[in-house]
Structure formats: C-alpha cells, structure tokens
C-alpha cells in the first residue's frame, strides 16, 4: 500500500510547477484526475513533452471546457468527492471559470485547496 492511496486529487493545472505535485501524488498512489481544456490543452504537451509525459505518469486525465457551465458543473461533481483540489490558475482565470476556493468548498467544505504559480498570484 502507498502512502496516499485512497486519496482523490483535481488536478486543474498547467505548465510544470503545480502538475509536478499532482506527479508526486500519483506516484505516491494518489487518484489523480489532470483536467485539461478541450480546447486548450495543457501547452507542456507541446513545449516539453517528457517533461509533460513525467509529471502525467499514474493520473487519469479529461478534457472539460470550464468557460461552460456544463464544463464547471462536471468539475463541481468531480470536487465534491474529492480530498484535494490542485490549481495553477492566477486569481481572474480562477474567478471567470468558476474554479476559485469559494467555489469549489461550497460543493465539498472539507477539500485541501492548494494553488500555486510561477508567475505570482
């Protein structure tokens, strides 16, 4: 048994900082989930794909548009069972699409809402 096996994590993220946690939660027997823009995927795909195929390795992964609302309700169904939400999103981004920590702890109050950026808040 791994240490976080039995944990479920959303990982709404993009770029290397923030997904490379999400890798470390796979490895460590997480259940990823890497949700990614139908639309506009992950750009690491293109940019450096080991370094993407790395910090993929072990999650699971969907396209969900989240500029709809059918996109942000999916995810809100996805949060509601979920232990920890992973974002990289800056604050608007996070705010327009409906992902911000208000939003996601009004369909599950106890999740672990973790963001991150290199580009600041």
């Given at each position: ?62 396209a ?36 911000d ?21």
């Amino acid at each position: 048994m791994k240490i976080l096996q039995g944990i479920k994590v959303l990982d709404v993220t993009a770029y290397a900082f923030v997904p490379s946690a999400g890798g470390v939660m796979a490895h460590w027997g997480a259940d990823v989930i890497k949700v990614e823009s139908p639309k506009a995927p992950d750009p690491m795909r293109f940019i450096n794909v080991p370094t993407f195929r790395h910090y993929s390795r072990g999650k699971r992964s969907i396209a969900i548009n989240l500029a709809s609302d059918e996109g942000r309700e999916l995810v809100y169904q996805l949060a509601a069972d979920a232990d920890v939400f992973l974002t990289s999103y800056l604050a608007p981004t996070r705010r327009k699409r409906g992902i911000d920590v208000e939003d996601i702890r009004k369909v599950n109050p106890n999740i672990i809402y973790a963001r991150g950026s290199g580009h600041g808040p």
